[in-house]
Each structure stands twice: as C-alpha cells, then as structure tokens.
C-alpha cells in the first residue's frame, strides 16, 4: 500500500511499528501468552486484606492511557471487560536500560494495541481496582487507529453509532460498544437454552444438506449455483423441513437442527437472505403437543436469559409466561376485518383486498391472497405472544388437513411483537395427498409465482414407505434474539449481515493533475491531503491550500521544494 494513501495517524503507527523490529521487538509474535485471570473475575474477588491476586497475567487492548513521567496508567480491555492497569517505568525496567518504558511504552505503544500484563493487583489511592505491572509484553500491534470513544461517569460521548459502518465492520463495533457483545454471548445462551430442553427429551441434534437439487420445505426464492462436476444445478437451502422429515421415515423418533437458511428476497429490518432457524420433528405428536412444547420452550428461554418472562421491548412489555393465548386464522381475520374467508374463491378473495386497498399480484393463489390480508390487517396486532392457528389448506403445502374441517389444516404460528416467531404443523404424512398438494404449487408456479414450492419426488418415495404421525416446528432465532434483546433490527442480531457493496471513492488519475502543471511528487502530496479528484482542490481557497500541502511535506519530511503560492493559484486556475 502506498503510505500517501494512509492517514497521518496510520502513517505514524507504521512508523511506530518499524522502530520496535529496530529495537528487535516483534510486534506480532508467534509464542503463546499465557493468561491466568480476566478482569471482571479480579474486580468482582479482589480482596486488599486477603492479598489475594499477587501473580496475575492478563492480555487485551490498551484503550486509554495516561502518561505521567516515570509511572503511567492504561486501561486494559480483555475479552470480559476492562481494567486499570499501572505501570512504572523502575518496575518493567528494573536495570539501567528504560528503553521498554521511555520508548516502547511512552512513544512507540498505541491506544488499539495488543499487550501483556504480568503484576499485582492492588487498590490505589482513590480506591480503584487496578494492577500493579512487574512485567510488559508487545503482543500485537494496531496499525489502524480505533474510533475514540469517551466515557465520563457513565455517559458515552463521541460514540461508534453508524449503521453502516457498526454492521459493515463488527469488528470495530465489538470492541468499541461493549454492549454490542453482550447480545450475541444472549443470542448463544439462547440456543444452549433451547438445545438443552431437546436434549433432555432425548431428541438428536442432526446436520442435513445446505447444497440441494431441490429446494423444498418452504415457499421462497432460491439462490441458484452449479456443480461443475456433476454439471447440474443446485440450489442454497431454503428450508431443512423435508430432510428432516425423511428421518422421521428412517426411524427417529425425535430430530432437530439449527441450520442457516437462504432466501433470494428483500432485505429490512426482520430479513437477512441469510437466517439462522431450528427445526424440529417429534414423531406421533399434533400440533396441539407442539403448542405446548413451544410455550415451554420460549417460557425456558426468557427465564434462563433474563430470570423473569416480562421483558421489555421498547416502549412495550411482553410476558413469556405460559399459557399464551390462541386464536384461528380465519376467527382472527373476521375479528379485525369483518370478512369470513370460509369457502370465499380467488376471485371473491382478490375482490376483498383491493376494498382493504391491498396490493396483489394476478399470480396469487387463494393462499396467497389470505396471506396478504392476514399480513396487512391482523399480523401487527399481536404484541403479547399468541398462536395463530387452523390455516387455510392452500397455505400449507406440507401441513396435514384439519381433522374437522378439511378446508382447513392443523398449523399453527406464533406472533410476538406484531411478527411471526415461529411455525409448526401437524406433519403432512399422506404421501397421494402430499403429491396432490406439490402439484397445485406446480400450477402456481407456471402461473409466475417464483416463491412457489418444488416438486421433490425423493420425499414422496419417503412417505410412501410410511411416516408415523408427526408434529414439527421451525423458529427463527435471529427475531427470537431480537425479541429476547430489546433490538430492534436483525442486523444488530447478526454478527456480519449482508450489506451492499461499499461505494468506492471517485479517484481522477494522476495525469489529469499533471496536465496542470503538477509534478508527479507533488500529485502524491495532495493525495495524502485527502484530495482525490481535480473538483475537490478547485473548492478550496490557493492561499490555505498552498498552506496544507507544504505542511505535508514538511510534516512528513518528503523533502521536495515548496511550490511559491503564484504557482499553487496557478494550478488552480
């Protein structure tokens, strides 16, 4: 990388870098470092009259310093929190060679930088927690500046706040906001919460395959690839229902997987193409069994993250607790409509939704059109948590017909916050019924809904060995965690969620500065000042822009002759 494209403050810590491998310090060494203690467990069990904690070693980030002569404060930030760390320039340089302190530390160590501390923790004079270091170690050098976050009792100012640039670069976001941490080690106890309950049931956490020739198990768009050596087509997993399903038929009474799922559709606030969902599949049980499974795990969930299940959640309190509530479909349309859905035809269906001012597509199958009413009138009602139940057949390709009303089938959803946490069924086992079904999704298909399902006759030939009666559900843990962690985007569940490529900056080449009378040194000069394009020294005024770029050389100590300020505002001209 040219170091004129670097800023002053990455052009001095590459410097700073150079001058510690002189100085025979690698500043990215290879050893392991031993650390004995973190900092929240010294804060927590510090004891002054015990003398406890007299042979610690730590590593993390300095993020603040404060340089006083011959002894000095850091504060140290390790993977569970930070600590003050005191360090004298006798105690790290006990001979006559103080290089360690009064170059490495003081001139040549950054906030950002990676180092070791060996030391006793003692309390100081205004009674502060802090470590008392006998030993430093380079351990990684920061070339980079961080973002400078202050924080003045309690208050952050100056913080890392950006979308864009928290999502785009997590990295940054994880070190700097260290609450952002705290929601992704909730979103992991999440899922050992759930993982415990399916394993004390005795069900099997499986794998199935994200490369598929079909993609079935839900309505949605694929992303498509090639296999070059088998040249055929193969799809990014949308759902892993019909694989898990097939294990079911091969004799396992209980399975589940938390898998990543991709859907080719639009991105907002609840959608990432790429998702992390569980399913799981319990042989000879209903969707009844499934309600009450689900209200026990979700309730499991909220008590082992939070020891209570009335959480807040913006401006609104939610409560796990069970039982929750449970509504059907249709009952839950008529209530916040007035329209009865039952036994109504497409075109009746479409007629209701342009009077409700709906937009639908001539593509739109009953289903489909129900499911917009659902989604625009009654969806966003549901704040406290609460079961849709009894969809229409023609929602539920893979769902078992009700056992009362065969127009209906046995499914359930579960709303929270005014969207859908979670989805289960009464497993479709019938395999004639099954092909039935897949077949009418075919017809969709030709009639241009590109989210309709795949035929997969492999899981046909399943069903048609034999399938017990079987209940399943599948739960997006990216909105459970959102839920669970009062966010309110999925992005800020995600560790790296998709974003749009990075503008890049418009550059003029460096001709165009040459053709006016620029020489090629001076045209990296201005580079280094931040200007890229020949309109961006034009807005600027001759006299302040001969003053910064004599300043770079200077500063830099590039050694080129300073323009006259008659040849600066000739450029400009």
Not at 371 to 389: A, L, M, R, S, V
Not at 441 to 448: P, T
Not at 498 to 517: I, N, Y
Request: proline residues 4%.
């Amino acid at each position: 990388m040219n170091t004129l494209e670097l800023s002053e403050q990455e052009v001095i810590r590459r410097n700073s870098l150079k001058e510690l491998q002189a100085l025979g310090i690698d500043p990215f060494p290879a050893a392991e470092y031993k650390v004995n203690v973190y900092s929240d467990e010294i804060l927590e069990n510090f004891d002054p009259e015990a003398n406890n904690y007299q042979e610690v070693i730590l590593a993390g980030r300095i993020m603040s310093r404060r340089i006083m002569g011959k002894a000095s404060f850091i504060e140290l930030q390790d993977a569970n929190g930070r600590i003050q760390v005191y360090i004298s320039r006798d105690d790290i340089c006990p001979d006559e060679d103080k290089t360690l302190y009064n170059t490495v530390f003081k001139k040549l160590l950054d906030i950002g930088d990676f180092v070791g501390i060996k030391g006793y923790v003692f309390k100081t004079k205004v009674g502060e927690t802090s470590v008392h270091t006998s030993e430093l170690t380079v351990l990684a050098k920061s070339v980079r500046p961080l973002p400078i976050v202050k924080e003045k009792d309690g208050k952050i100012y100056d913080a890392f706040t950006d979308p864009e640039l928290r999502y785009r670069q997590r990295y940054v976001d994880l070190v700097v906001n260290p609450k952002v941490k705290d929601t992704f080690i909730k979103r992991s106890q999440i899922i050992n919460s759930m993982r415990e309950l399916f394993n004390s049931k005795g069900y099997l956490e499986v794998e199935t395959p994200i490369l598929q020739a079909i993609p079935g198990g839900a309505s949605a768009r694929p992303f498509e690839t090639h296999h070059n050596a088998l040249d055929i087509p193969l799809y990014m997993r949308i759902a892993n229902e019909l694989y898990l399903k097939r294990l079911i038929v091969g004799g396992f009474d209980g399975v589940y997987e938390f898998a990543k799922d991709f859907r080719n559709e639009g991105m907002d606030r609840t959608h990432n193409p790429e998702f992390t969902v569980m399913e799981i599949y319990v042989a000879y049980k209903d969707y009844n069994w499934m309600m009450d499974f689900t209200e026990e795990m979700i309730e499991k969930v909220a008590l082992d993250l939070h020891g209570k299940t009335k959480l807040g959640l913006g401006d609104k309190e939610i409560d796990f607790k069970r039982p929750f509530k449970r509504i059907s479909m249709t009952d839950s349309i008529k209530h916040f409509t007035g329209f009865d859905i039952t036994g109504k035809s497409v075109e009746e269906l479409r007629g209701f939704c342009k009077e409700l001012n709906i937009e639908v597509d001539e593509t739109f199958g009953k289903g489909k059109l129900i499911d917009e009413i659902f989604g625009e009138k009654c969806e966003g009602n549901y704040i406290q948590p609460t079961f849709i139940t009894d969809y229409p057949v023609e929602m539920s390709p893979l769902c078992k017909k009700h056992r009362d009303n065969p127009e209906l089938t046995e499914r359930f959803e579960l709303m929270v916050n005014g969207k859908e946490v979670c989805n289960a069924y009464s497993e479709l086992n019938d395999p004639i019924d099954q092909l039935e079904r897949f077949q009418e999704q075919l017809k969709l298909g030709a009639l241009g809904d590109d989210e309709a399902m795949f035929i997969d006759m492999d899981f046909v030939r399943a069903l048609e060995y034999g399938m017990p009666p079987t209940s399943g559900m599948g739960i997006g843990i990216d909105r459970l965690t959102m839920l669970m962690t009062d966010s309110h985007s999925i992005q800020d569940v995600l560790f790296f969620p998709q974003m749009r490529p990075e503008k890049k900056a418009v550059v003029d080449g460096d001709e165009k500065f040459m053709d006016l009378g620029i020489s090629k040194e001076w045209v990296e000069v201005i580079r280094k000042g931040g200007y890229q394009t020949l309109a961006a020294i034009r807005e600027v005024k001759a006299s302040k822009f001969h003053q910064e770029i004599c300043g770079i050389n200077k500063k830099n100590k590039m050694g080129l002759t300073n323009p006259s300020q008659e040849e600066v505002a000739g450029w400009l001209a």
